[in-house]
């Protein structure tokens, strides 16, 4: 069946630190791939997306690149900030499906 | 605009108590959803309905129980709940785009539960 792998947490950094959270996936078919963001007390955000492979999601400064060769789509950004401070899922939707499969998060904290 | 919204915020009720958890959308989506998140652990899926209809249940005890009034509108009704029930609730929707993998999914803020 489908899965995801998230890089396990927490994650601590600098404010304006290189930002890396990796994610690989197992799946049939063509899945699409996404971030999704919750900060303390919320729901979850759709961060960015990508649907088909080489495909790149960005939005507010977070990149990720749907990488098929070698099962990823791991989430960058160049220079992090306080607010940045969250949970990050990766999530994949399988051709057909009405399920989303989660990673198990990663807890990310910016210190000033 | 991509925004799901669910009332109440927090809810606390006890093991006795009826109550419900409602969630709207006006995206002109098909497919709504329920999930169960519990604390530092992703969401679970608990009912998705499709065109009001309900779709997936994933085996979720009977003291849930989820309506689809119109296609904008989504209740989970809750009745002798446990403890062990209190979680976050979340709704979610997407546009229920055929035999599709792009159908992207958009949550709401969430209900707090807190079965006493």
């Known amino acids: 069946g489908n899965s995801v792998t998230q890089m396990e947490g927490p994650v601590t950094l600098s404010e304006e630190a290189f930002l890396t959270i990796n994610c690989t996936y197992t799946?049939?078919?063509?899945?699409?791939l996404f971030w999704y963001v919750q900060y303390p007390g919320e729901g979850l955000q759709l961060l960015l997306k990508a649907t088909k492979a080489d495909d790149k999601g960005s939005n507010k400064g977070f990149e990720a690149t749907y990488r098929k060769e070698t099962t990823s789509f791991h989430l960058e950004k160049g220079s992090v900030q306080v607010s940045d401070s969250a949970v990050y899922f990766c999530a994949l939707s399988g051709t057909g499906a009405q399920k989303l499969v989660f990673g198990q998060g990663t807890r990310l904290t910016i210190n000033p | 605009d991509t925004e799901v919204t669910q009332t109440p915020k927090h809810l606390v009720m006890g093991m006795t108590n009826k109550k419900s958890l409602k969630c709207e959308q006006h995206m002109g989506h098909r497919a709504m959803y329920w999930y169960k998140q519990k604390a530092k652990k992703p969401p679970e899926l608990m009912f998705v309905?499709?065109?009001?209809?309900?779709?997936i249940n994933e085996s979720v005890p009977s003291r849930f129980s989820p309506e689809c009034p119109n296609s904008s509108l989504l209740n989970l009704h809750l009745h002798a709940l446990q403890p062990e029930d209190s979680a976050l609730y979340l709704c979610a929707s997407s546009r229920q785009l055929a035999a599709s993998s792009t159908d992207t999914q958009y949550f709401g803020p969430g209900t707090r539960l807190t079965v006493l």
């Open positions: 309905y499709s065109y009001e209809k309900l779709s």
């Open positions: 799946a049939t078919g063509y899945p699409s």
